[in-house]
C-alpha cells in the first residue's frame, strides 16, 4: 500500500453521467415501458436476462417465499433478524410527529409530516444481492409507516427465473410483501410508470449497475428517488495508539467490495503509516477476493502521511468520505470537528462491519464526496411534509393590507384582490 | 370557466426533460465554465444577457445594498419584515436536535444533524423577480444555521448590470451577504463547480427557465439540488357553504401567475360550480393581468363536480396539489383524509395569498403532483445527517460471531476477519 504525504494526495470526484449511447438506451427502455408496459418488460427480461418472465409470473409468490425459508441456514436467520431488530430501533429513534403552532388570533399553522403511500426497492441480482441492503432500505420504510413496500429484482439469467433465498428471506423479515422479478432500466420505468402489473411507486430505492442509475436519473421528478451510489469509501484516522492490524483489517474490509473502492489511512504517525501498510500487504495475501482488494488498494489506496492530526481533521472534510474511523486515543475530541462524513465510527472495536450488518445505523451512506450534502438512509426519506394553515378572520383583518402591499409590488393584483374582498366584506376597507 | 363532471377530467403530467438541443446547450455551458471559471461566466452573460460583467464586477457590493434600501417605499419594507418574522418563527419550530442512543453495554448510537456548510439560492430576473421566494429560500437556510448562503440572479439586460433593489433588500433582511450577478445555467455550473470568484456550494435552491432547470439536472450529484418547479396550481374543495366570490378570487389568484398555471374547484354542489364559474368570470375582466389568467383558466382551469364530498377528497389525492384550500363547513373533518398536497388551507380566510407572503409556512411548494412525494421547502433541507458508532468491546465479544456470519454469508471475508481478529486479541476465538 502506497504511503505518501497528504499534499501530494488529489481527490477528483465527478458524477456519472454515462455514455450518450448508454443513455439513449435507458430513454429508449423507459419509453417502451411507458407504451407497453408487461409485454415491454417481458421483452427486455429475455433479451437483457435471458429469461422468459410473462406478467403473469412477474410476482414472487408466497409460496417462494416460504420455500425459501428452508433453503437458509438458521444460524443466518437468527444472526438477521437480530440486526433488524438492532436496525429497527435505532430507526424507530427518527420518527417524527405532526405538530400545531396555536396563536393568540385564533391562527392555527402546522407541519403534518406522513409516510409515503408507496415506495420501491430495487435489489440488484448475482454476487451484489445483498440480504443485508434489503434491511436497510426496507425497515425504515417500515418504521416510517409506508403501506406499501414494493421490492424488485432481476431473475437469475439463463431460464429458472429464481431469486436468491437470502434475498427473500430478508425481504420477508423486514416486511415486504409485493415482490417482483425484474431488473434493470426497465423495472425502474415500472416503478416510475406503472405497469398492468406493477402500479407505480412515489419513491425508487436502491442501488444498480450504471443502467439502473441513468434509469433512477431520467425518472427522477416523475418519482423521487434515493441518490446515486458510487464505489464504497473508508478513511481512517489514526494516531500512534491505533492498533496496525485492526486498521488493516477495516481498510481490507473497504478494498474487497469492489476494484473502484477506495481505503484512505490518515495520521500523523510515519511510524503507524509504516506499520499499516504492511499488515495492509500482510492481510491481504490470505483473503478469498485478493484480486478485488488489490486492486484497489492500488488504485484507489493510500496511506497518508499529515503534519498533525488537526490536518487529518481537515482533509477528512475536503474528502467527506462514506466511512470514517476515528482510531485515535481521544476520538471524541476530534467528532466536534468533523464536518463532512457519512457515518462515523469511535475507536478500537467500532469496526465498519459493525455499522454494515449489525449496531443499527444504515449501511447505505453517502459516497463519492457527497456526505457534504446528503446523509445516510433513514427515516425521513420516506416521509413527507405538508403545511396547515388555518388562518383566523381577526388574524386577516389584522395582517390584510400588509399581504396586499406585498402582493402588488410583485405585480400580482388577483392576490390582492383576493384578501381585499374579504376585508370590504367585513367592512375593513 | 369550464364545469364538467369529475369524470371527464384527465391527469396529464410528465417531467420537463428538454429538448435533446437544449441539453446540449446546458451540457456544452457546464464544462465551459468548469474548464474556463470566470472567463466563461463573463463570455455567457455577454452572450444571453447582453451584459458586460467582468469577474471584478460579479460580486455585489456592499454599497449596492444600502443604496437598494433608499429605493423601495417604507410601507413594503414594513410588511417584509413582518412577514420575515413569521416565516423565521415558522421555520425555527422544525429545527432539530443530534441525538444519542446509551446502550447498557456501552455502545453508543447516535445521529449527528447538521446544517450544510454553503448553499446558493438561484433567483430568477425580469418579472419572475420575487422578493417574496427570496425570503423563502433564505430565512430556512439561516434557521438551519447554514453559514455561508450564496445568491446568484442574472445582471439587468442591456447594460447596466443592476439588480432589482427589492430583491437586494429582501436579501440582506434575509441575512444573504454573499451575491453575485450571473444568471441561467452558467450560474448553476458555477454554484457546483465554483470558480476563482464563486467557491463552489454544497446544495442549490430557487427557480429558473428550462435552462436553469435543466443545469441543475445535470449537475445533480455533484451538488444537491432542491426540486423542479413545475407551473402553479390550485385546488379547491367546497361544498355549498362556501362564498363563490372567494372561491373565484383565489382561483384568480392562481391564474395570474401564468398561462400554465392551473386553478381546479371541486365540489358535490352544482349550485356553487356555476356560481363560482360565475364569478371567475366577472372578477378576470377586472384583472390588469387578465390575459394571462384567461389562458390559464381556458386551458388548465376547471370545475369538477363530484358526487359526493368524499369523492372530492379522493380526486384531490390523486392531484396531489401544490396548494388545496379546503372551503368546506367543517374542514378539519376532511384533513385527515387528504394524503396528497403541499399546503393545505382551512376555511374562508385562509386564502392562498396569506400563505404566499406572510403566514410562516414556506410558499415554495412541490408542484405538478409531486406532493405525492416531496415536501414544502423546510429547514430539514439545508441540513444533513451523520450516523455516529461508539461500540463497546462488550458489545464487540458479545455479537462479533453474529456479524461474522452474515458478512460471511455475503461472500465478504476481509468484513469478517476485521471482527475476527478483535476477537482473536481478546482471546474471544
Known amino acids: 500500500m502506497r504511503v505518501m504525504s497528504a499534499k501530494e494526495f488529489k481527490i477528483n470526484r465527478d458524477v456519472e453521467q454515462g455514455t450518450p449511447e448508454q443513455n439513449e438506451a435507458v430513454r429508449s427502455i423507459i419509453a417502451q415501458v411507458k407504451q407497453d408496459g408487461d409485454a415491454a418488460l417481458a421483452r427486455f427480461s429475455e433479451q437483457f436476462d435471458r429469461v422468459k418472465v410473462e406478467a403473469g409470473q412477474l410476482r414472487v409468490t408466497e409460496e417462494e417465499v416460504q420455500a425459501a425459508y428452508g433453503r437458509v441456514e438458521p444460524e443466518f436467520l437468527t444472526a438477521l433478524r437480530e440486526a433488524a431488530g438492532n436496525i429497527r430501533l435505532f430507526h424507530e429513534k427518527q420518527r417524527r410527529q405532526s405538530w400545531m403552532d396555536l396563536q393568540p388570533d385564533g391562527t392555527v399553522l402546522g407541519q403534518i409530516i406522513r409516510p409515503l403511500k408507496r415506495v420501491g426497492v430495487y435489489v440488484p441480482g448475482g454476487k451484489a444481492a445483498y440480504p443485508s441492503s434489503v434491511l436497510m432500505n426496507v425497515i425504515p420504510a417500515q418504521v416510517a409507516g409506508v403501506p406499501e413496500i414494493v421490492m424488485v429484482t432481476p431473475p437469475a439469467t439463463g431460464g429458472t427465473a429464481g431469486i436468491d433465498p437470502y434475498i427473500l428471506v430478508a425481504a420477508a423479515e423486514a416486511g415486504v410483501k409485493e415482490i417482483y422479478r425484474v431488473g434493470g432500466a426497465q423495472a425502474i420505468a415500472a416503478l416510475a410508470y406503472g405497469t398492468a402489473s406493477i402500479p407505480r411507486v412515489d419513491k425508487i430505492f436502491g442501488p444498480g449497475n450504471i443502467y439502473v442509475a441513468l434509469a433512477k436519473r431520467h425518472v427522477y421528478g416523475v418519482v423521487d428517488i434515493d441518490s446515486f451510489a458510487g464505489p464504497s469509501e473508508i478513511a481512517i484516522l489514526a494516531d500512534e495508539s491505533a492498533d496496525p492490524a485492526y486498521a488493516a483489517a477495516d481498510i481490507l474490509s473497504q478494498a474487497e467490495h469492489d476494484e473502484m473502492a477506495s481505503a484512505i489511512l490518515v495520521t500523523p504517525s510515519a511510524k503507524l503509516a509504516e506499520a499499516v501498510a504492511l499488515e495492509v500487504e500482510r492481510q491481504l495475501k490470505l483473503l478469498p477476493r485478493r484480486d478485488i482488494a488489490r486492486q484497489s488498494i492500488d488504485n484507489y489506496g493510500a496511506v497518508l502521511i499529515v503534519d498533525t492530526i488537526e490536518d487529518g481533521v481537515s482533509l477528512i472534510n475536503q474528502m467527506a468520505p462514506e466511512h470514517l474511523e476515528l482510531m485515535t486515543a481521544e476520538p471524541m475530541s476530534l467528532l466536534g470537528k468533523i464536518e463532512n462524513a457519512g457515518a462515523i465510527f469511535l475507536g478500537a472495536y467500532s469496526s465498519e462491519p459493525v455499522g454494515d450488518y449489525f449496531a443499527g445505523p444504515n449501511h447505505i451512506i453517502p ?63
Open 367 to 429: 459516497t463519492n464526496g457527497t456526505a457534504r450534502f446528503s446523509s445516510p438512509v433513514n427515516v425521513d426519506d420516506f416521509m413527507k411534509k405538508s403545511s396547515m394553515i388555518y388562518y383566523s378572520k381577526e388574524a386577516l383583518l389584522e395582517n390584510g393590507h400588509k399581504i396586499m402591499t406585498l402582493a402588488r409590488h410583485e405585480g400580482l393584483e388577483a392576490h390582492a384582490r383576493a384578501i381585499e374582498i374579504r376585508l370590504q366584506k367585513e367592512g375593513k376597507l
